[in-house]
């Protein structure tokens, strides 16, 4: 305890600490965390409604995508799709006569990490979107309304109440994934950390910094949540 006190220095953000390097690590995190998360949801929403929707042949399509990447661990998937789809994508480039691109690294943890999100969001949004009762579906329908217009004035508004709980979860989710980038070598939080443990030796402490700035991530992040889910609920009756 007290080789922990005695290092609190390297913490510091003057010559010699490592306090704007860890900050650093971390805004790459959330930076990764959004973009994927985004391109989760999009993928996520799409998902859903072409499980939902889609043709016989979308359907089988989508659901051994979903069925893929939830069965794979997130660590494998990421080394698959960093290495080979970046790979592939040169590839591709060279066949049609272009040059291959060097793609950067947020942009590939970026596309691998939404990927991965885009599965579990398009469970998560189809349950949503089949808990929305049939009656305020067909009843907009019977108005007139476009399926376009079904869907963003009755579905979505409908369905968000009860996905948000699982939305959260997921972005929680990819804030924590973003660590198992590091083994590709992308310098964010967790990769930052060990950059920092080796030279100085303090592992103990700079994990357990790196811990306390996931928690506070986590915390806003609830609480975020919290009042996205309250205003998504206004006008309904307050769960017990």
């Not at 999009?42 to 859903?48: K, V």
């Amino acid at each position: 305890m007290s080789d922990l006190f005695a290092n609190l220095p390297l913490l510091s953000f003057s010559d010699g600490g490592w306090g704007w390097n860890l900050l650093r690590g971390l805004l790459s995190t959330l930076q990764i965390a959004l973009g994927a998360y985004a391109l989760g949801l999009c993928i996520g929403l799409f998902g859903a409604l072409g499980k939902i929707n889609g043709s016989s042949l979308t359907r089988w399509l989508l659901e051994i995508y979903t069925t893929l990447i939830r069965a794979v661990p997130e660590l494998v998937l990421i080394l698959l799709l960093y290495y080979a789809g970046t790979g592939l994508i040169n590839q591709v480039l060279d066949m049609m006569g272009y040059r291959p691109i060097d793609i950067s690294g947020l942009v590939a943890g970026i596309a691998v990490l939404g990927v991965v999100q885009g599965a579990y969001a398009t469970e998560v949004i189809r349950g949503a979107m089949l808990a929305v009762p049939l009656g305020q579906v067909e009843a907009a329908a019977a108005f007139g309304m476009s399926r376009w217009q079904v869907l963003r004035r009755i579905t979505l508004p409908a369905m968000l109440p009860l996905a948000l709980p699982g939305l959260s979860n997921l972005w929680l989710i990819v804030v924590k994934d973003t660590a198992l980038l590091s083994v590709v070598g992308f310098s964010e939080l967790a990769m930052v950390t060990l950059q920092a443990g080796g030279q100085s030796r303090a592992y103990l402490m700079f994990f357990l910094a790196a811990g306390a700035l996931y928690l506070c991530v986590a915390l806003v992040s609830n609480q975020v949540f919290r009042l996205l889910e309250k205003r998504a609920r206004r006008g309904q009756p307050e769960l017990v």
